[in-house]
């Protein structure tokens, strides 16, 4: 017994050093005064502000936004040819002249579930889905509270992204194509004139601009931070969320309650709006019952391909390339 009481001694010991430097550490934590810490806080924040924004981040915002500008209008020439159709009661799309018979209708307030869309003429922001968000004077601001919420416009939430990272999105001699084509429509007059080789041009510029935006989005994400909403699309460029009461997750309560937000990513900001990709071996209707068959593709992508570009090879798996159309018959 002796010789087991000699061996737990050093132990013993170390344990009784450790819990005394716990209780000597929290003896002192709790005579820190946050009344002194703030103004050295404050003093931190404000000598932050001053290190942005980066430069060396410029010349990937200002590419940003002139690929952007070149996405709009290439999308928008696109449609002219190809018509995209939408679902009246969800975000469903399908770029096709009629829409295709998958049941996968999520439905609108009390209508059933997984039910056939009902098809719509789409437009532009049906492949190109707006994210807006606050535009804040500067980056390290006070936070917008809930009865500042009409204080502030909202803008595109890429050109809030690429306004911090020090470049005016609104400069006219730089970026004047493409930001006044969110109204433009399919059908416009001139469809006729475009040559097929003059699409495939249009579509590879198109496709190209798309993977530019993306990388650069999420180049600029590695700098600059930004927030979404864990219940809902909300975006805020930011270091911190705003505190509007916009996000409905509680349907209990009497007004709409408060985000929960958690760090954003490129998809968040350019959504891909994956959809529904008829292949050359599927039928020119799709159906529900070989739905387990068909590939998916961002939105982009599938009206680029239409227009006779190869996608990129990272889509090809989503694509389901070379899958088959439907069961394959055994011969007996």
């Known amino acids: 017994m002796a010789v087991m009481a000699l061996r737990r001694r050093p132990w013993q010991h170390v344990l009784g050093n450790f819990s005394g430097c716990v209780m000597h550490a929290r003896f002192h934590s709790s005579k820190v005064d946050l009344r002194k810490l703030r103004p050295m806080i404050l003093k931190r924040i404000e000598s932050r502000a001053k290190d942005y924004p980066v430069r060396g981040m410029v010349p990937v915002a200002q590419e940003v936004l002139k690929a952007r500008a070149v996405l709009f209008q290439g999308v928008s020439a696109l449609l002219r040819v190809f018509p995209v159709m939408a679902c009246k009661f969800c975000p469903e799309v399908h770029i096709s002249g009629k829409g295709h018979l998958i049941q996968t209708c999520c439905g609108y307030k009390r209508r059933a579930k997984n039910r056939v869309h009902e098809w719509i003429s789409g437009g532009l922001n049906d492949i190109l889905v707006p994210v807006e968000t606050f535009h804040l004077q500067g980056m390290f601001q006070d936070v917008i509270k809930h009865d500042q919420r009409f204080d502030f416009d909202r803008v595109p939430a890429v050109l809030e992204l690429c306004w911090q990272a020090g470049v005016d999105p609104y400069d006219e001699k730089k970026y004047s194509s493409g930001w006044n084509l969110e109204n433009v429509s399919a059908g416009s007059e001139g469809a006729e004139s475009l040559s097929p080789h003059e699409l495939r041009l249009i579509a590879n510029t198109t496709l190209r601009a798309w993977e530019t935006l993306r990388t650069g989005v999420q180049k600029l994400l590695l700098v600059y931070p930004a927030k979404v909403c864990k219940y809902c699309s909300e975006v805020h460029v930011g270091p911190s969320g705003h ?76 694509m389901k390339v070379q899958g088959l159309s439907e069961p394959a018959q055994v011969k007996v």
């Open 243 to 318: 505190k509007a009461r916009l996000c409905g997750v509680f349907k209990y309560e009497s007004w709409r309650g408060a985000h929960f937000w958690k760090k954003a990513e490129v998809d968040d900001l350019v959504p891909p709006k994956i959809i529904w990709r008829r292949r050359p071996q599927d039928p020119l209707v799709l159906v529900d019952e070989h739905r387990d068959f068909y590939g998916h593709a961002p939105a982009v992508v599938d009206l680029c391909t239409q227009a006779g570009v190869i996608a990129p090879i990272q889509y090809h798996c989503m």
